[in-house]
């Protein structure tokens, strides 16, 4: 399928690149080495964000200009679902050429030429393959914007999605004498004043039960708008109950800061979560799921802590 | 310099491995990887441990037995220092063969047989390319032992000390099929109830001076005590001021269980933090560096921040 995404780019003169909206490190690392590498190509690209973006595009990819413009062929990355493009799905739709390039197992396959590797640890790995597909040299700023990706995707290699293949590009990257610390320190240790608070709120809520083999973390609405923590930065705290080294269940709880319900997050390494997450009206991946219930943190905790005792 | 390690090998039957004292991951790690290397040479190979070693030690290499026996060949392993064979000093020096093996830059060269690569990320990666040399092949038992040892070292391959060779091992590493996610998870995602106590005090304690360019976290004695958490659980809470956003330099503080004095560490990435350090009567790296002041927490607190403050 690399022969036809290579047919249709060299066949047009303007490209458009739409990353999914709330885009994260593997999208936008993967659309702006697609860019630079459309560029290096003698074509006209452009990334077209669906937000003004974050923190980490300012600090590794430079000042975006979020521009907009005519193209014959627009580019998806990363983006297993049609809906994911946001108010720009039009730009998409009215697109001769369209190209999906993608690593999620749920990948619709939308376009006219869909590239979906699910095996890729990101799709930063894919446009690292098409790179050397169409003979493009991986510069330095190309392989910057490439480790970002699969690094961000794979929590600096951390996880099980991680391959073989991922780490033998990871060594051809580094050749370029990328500053790669770097990027992971951005991307993995650098912390707003209002999440440092957030986290020292959820360790203080920190709460085990059955002998420690249920771990929960909490946070309420009036501890979420005292902390000033952005939407983005409410992730990852089920981390937190995730540590401890006796939980088999861990769980977060979040008050909605607009209406009466909790969100809740469940994450397991040996119980089924989906089921868990069902019950309550909510779905997910065995080992990492959600759902959400109406009332107040104190209530909500109860039936969760219910429904989850009874699984053990 | 592999060529007279091999022999010597080759002539021994008995061979002990000395891991340095308070041993890590790359120390362990490297430690059982050779063992079993020996092992496949048909030696009768022995890790012997200054301590009853921890956690890590029986989830990720099995149970250990910590036996001594008589040996014509000793070797250490990622040790820069013979007295960082503590009681077992005794053992390298009354060897005919004794050899060394590490990566740190202050090695110093104590045995006959000296191989230290200090561009190595890990004594992890050394041991990899001896295996490598003397054709031994690498079975997932080793391979788990020696993706534990490179992956601690380096931060889960996020560090500086990472290069093209270590992503290229890695690579190997993983067409074992070792669980690479389950070790990374056991190295840097499981936490004690005390030390998750210990983060949330540490978070409580979190501060910042002169508009965010300072950040610190502090832990009184009775917070140390009170959170049960062991001496080696006690490392690392400076990332949490390191991780803020604005911090020029993360400073932490901790009162001795011991005796009337605070234990202070520094960490900057624009500051030369081994002069705030000599300056108060301690030592170490421009980056990371640390002292330790007669005092209570409050009194010691004043002395630290007056003299960052100069060199802000």
Do not use: W
């Amino acid at each position: 399928m690399f022969k036809e995404i290579a047919h249709a780019i060299a066949q047009s003169e303007n490209i458009t690149i739409l990353p999914h909206k709330s885009a994260d490190g593997d999208c936008l690392g993967s659309a702006f080495a697609l860019k630079l590498m459309l560029e290096y190509l003698g074509k006209n690209a452009v990334v077209q964000l669906e937000e003004v973006n974050t923190r980490i595009c300012s600090i590794l990819f430079g000042t975006i200009q979020n521009t907009q413009h005519t193209c014959e062929t627009v580019i998806a990355v990363d983006c297993g679902d049609i809906s994911r493009l946001g108010k720009r799905v039009d730009i998409f739709k009215h697109c001769q050429n369209t190209i999906n390039i993608d690593h999620h197992d749920t990948n619709e396959r939308y376009a006219k030429y869909n590239y979906v590797d699910v095996n890729a640890a990101a799709t930063g790995e894919i446009i690292f393959e098409l790179a050397e597909y169409m003979n493009i040299p991986i510069t330095q700023q190309i392989a910057n914007n490439i480790y970002t990706a699969i690094s961000s995707d794979t929590g600096c290699f951390s996880y099980n999605s991680t391959t073989s293949k991922t780490y033998r590009i990871a060594a051809k990257l580094l050749e370029t004498g990328i500053n790669h610390a770097f990027i992971n320190e951005v991307l993995f240790e650098r912390n707003s004043i209002s999440k440092i608070k957030l986290m020292g709120m959820a360790y203080n809520s920190f709460e085990t039960f059955q002998d420690g083999k249920i771990a929960m973390v909490s946070i309420t609405k009036q501890q979420a708008l005292q902390s000033g923590a952005e939407e983005e930065e409410m992730g990852g705290l089920i981390n937190i109950a995730r540590s401890l080294d006796t939980a088999q269940v861990a769980i977060s709880l979040r008050e909605s800061t607009k209406e009466n319900s909790v969100k809740i997050g469940f994450r397991s390494n040996s119980i089924n979560v989906a089921e868990i997450a069902a019950e309550l009206g909510g779905g997910g991946h065995i080992r990492a799921s959600g759902c959400s219930i109406k009332g107040d943190i104190a209530s909500v905790k109860q039936i969760v802590l219910k429904q989850v005792i009874k699984t053990l």
